[in-house]
């Protein structure tokens, strides 16, 4: 996460939502299992096989991630540094919302929802407010 007085970046705006979700997913499963495949996506997205697929043929082709002969998938530097920004910005508005009182089931879907039209001063004013 950024220290205190730096604003958190902010993803350009090519992407859509769902190429920031699938980062988002990528980055968090590697995190988990250390590999990510299509149907690890698939199970944790509730999403079909042919969308996923599509997803990550237009992830590749724009250089966000790799895939390799085994179909493990991987972030390329621009991916990764995306799905980091959007995980950042999820994490303090999860926060943000769990200290409010926010039940954490709802302030995770709420933040899933939030982390993509937030403002970067809106974010850090979240964060300053989690860490206060």
Same mark, same amino acid.
């Given at each position: 996460?950024?220290? !205190?007085?730096?604003?958190?970046? =902010?993803?350009?705006?090519?992407?859509? &939502?769902?190429?920031?979700?699938?980062? #988002? =997913? %990528?980055? %968090?499963?590697?995190?988990?299992?250390?590999?990510? &495949?299509?149907?690890? %996506?698939? #199970? &944790?997205?509730?999403? =079909?096989?042919?969308?996923?697929s599509k997803a990550m043929r237009i992830l590749r082709d724009s250089g966000y991630i790799e895939m390799s002969e085994d179909k493990r998938i991987t972030l390329t530097e621009a991916g990764q540094t995306i799905a980091e920004q959007v995980y950042e910005k999820h994490s303090i508005i999860e926060a943000c919302l769990i200290k409010m009182g926010v039940d954490a089931s709802i302030a995770e879907k709420d933040a899933?929802?939030? !982390?993509?039209?937030?403002s970067p001063q809106t974010i850090q004013r979240m964060k300053a407010f989690v860490r206060g």
């Open positions: 996460m950024s220290s !205190e007085g730096e604003s958190v970046a =902010t993803v350009p705006c090519m992407l859509h &939502r769902s190429g920031e979700d699938y980062l #988002k =997913t %990528i980055l %968090i499963l590697q995190g988990k299992n250390g590999f990510v &495949r299509s149907m690890d %996506i698939v #199970k &944790r997205l509730h999403l =079909t096989k042919p969308s996923v899933c929802q939030m !982390e993509h039209v937030a």
